[in-house]
């Protein structure tokens, strides 16, 4: 008997029930744009970046190198790493779920920026050379 009412006073687990908040698909938003514009830089613009440096006979960073060797490797194991890809990805969305759900908003944001900060960087090591090209002539 006193059991069942220590039972009945224990704060029950918080449901996951609730309608998620605004900033849960702002950040889920987030992530699948930077997903989609990352999967266009790989298959478009990179390509043209890698020949127009080729064609230039530019050293590159080895940010821009590392950008490039990795997108071919992507290339080569298409399938693989994009399965690879859209699993962490919804991983990423379910884990932001659950955050919103325990009401820790502050996590939410931090991570659904995440990846938009992974193509930012992966734009500026793209025009890394460009930059580099221009102090050269212009000293």
Do not use: C
């Given at each position: 008997?006193i059991?069942?009412?220590?039972?009945?006073?224990?704060?029950?687990?918080?449901?996951?029930?609730?309608?998620?908040?605004?900033?849960?698909?702002?950040?889920?938003?987030?992530?699948?744009?930077?997903?989609?514009?990352?999967?266009?830089?790989?298959?478009?613009?990179?390509?043209?970046?890698?020949?127009?440096?080729?064609?230039?006979?530019?050293?590159?960073?080895?940010?821009?190198?590392?950008?490039?060797?990795?997108?071919?490797?992507?290339?080569?194991?298409?399938?693989?790493t994009?399965?690879?890809?859209?699993?962490?990805?919804?991983?990423?969305?379910?884990?932001?779920?659950?955050?919103?759900?325990q009401?820790?908003?502050?996590?939410?944001?931090?991570?659904?920026?995440?990846?938009?900060?992974?193509?930012?960087?992966?734009?500026?090591?793209?025009?890394?050379?460009?930059?580099?090209l221009?102090?050269l002539?212009?000293?």
């Amino acid at each position: 008997m006193i059991e069942q009412n220590m039972d009945e006073n224990a704060p029950s687990p918080p449901s996951l029930k609730t309608r998620p908040s605004l900033w849960f698909w702002i950040s889920g938003v987030s992530v699948v744009l930077s997903y989609l514009i990352w999967l266009v830089l790989l298959l478009f613009v990179l390509t043209a970046f890698e020949e127009m440096y080729a064609d230039l006979g530019a050293k590159l960073p080895k940010i821009t190198q590392i950008l490039f060797d990795s997108a071919s490797f992507i290339k080569s194991n298409f399938l693989s790493t994009q399965l690879s890809i859209l699993s962490l990805m919804a991983l990423t969305i379910w884990g932001l779920y659950v955050l919103d759900q325990q009401k820790h908003i502050f996590a939410v944001v931090v991570i659904g920026n995440i990846p938009p900060a992974i193509v930012i960087i992966m734009i500026l090591s793209m025009f890394l050379p460009i930059f580099q090209l221009t102090t050269l002539l212009g000293d």
